[in-house]
C-alpha cells in the first residue's frame, strides 16, 4: 500500500526558514502531480503548492515568492522550501500526490496522503 510520510515540520521564528519533505513509499506508483496543502486551525484545508512530473510549478497567491516546490531526483519524493515565514503560515502541511499502480493506461488511479506535519511560527 503506497503510503506518503511527511518530515521537516517544527517551530520557527517569524522571517525563518523551512524544508518540508515528502516521500512516497510502499508499492508501485507512477506519480503525476504532487502537491502540499496546509489546515490552518480552524480553517479549512488550502492548496500551497502544485508540481507535475514534467517539474511545471504552480503556486497559491499565499507562497508565490516565499515558497518552493521541488521534486527528488528519485520522483517520488517532493519538498517544499519555505523562506521568510510568519506567523500566518502557522498549520498542519500535508503532502498529496496522485497517480496510477502501473505505467500502463489502464492502470488503477490512485490518490494518496501523508498524515500531516505541523509548522509554527512565532512572531
Known amino acids: 500500500q503506497v503510503q506518503l510520510v511527511e518530515s521537516g515540520g517544527g517551530l520557527v521564528q517569524s522571517g525563518g526558514s523551512l524544508r518540508l519533505a515528502c516521500a512516497a513509499s510502499?508499492?508501485?506508483?507512477?506519480?503525476?502531480?504532487m502537491r502540499w496543502y496546509r489546515q490552518a486551525p480552524g480553517k479549512e484545508r488550502e492548496l500551497v503548492a502544485q508540481?507535475?512530473?514534467?517539474?511545471?510549478?504552480v503556486y497559491a497567491d499565499s507562497g508565490k515568492a516565499r515558497f518552493t516546490i521541488s521534486r527528488g531526483s528519485a520522483k517520488n519524493t517532493e519538498y517544499l522550501q519555505m523562506n521568510n515565514l510568519k506567523p500566518e503560515d502557522t498549520a498542519v502541511y500535508y503532502c498529496?500526490?496522485?497517480?496510477?499502480?502501473?505505467?500502463?493506461?489502464?492502470?488503477?488511479?490512485?490518490?494518496?496522503w501523508g498524515q500531516g506535519t505541523l509548522v509554527t511560527v512565532s512572531s
Open positions: 510502499g508499492g508501485a506508483f507512477v506519480i503525476n502531480a
Open positions: 498529496y500526490a496522485d497517480g496510477r499502480t502501473g505505467v500502463a493506461v489502464e492502470s488503477p488511479y490512485l490518490e494518496v
Open positions: 508540481i507535475y512530473s514534467g517539474g511545471n510549478a
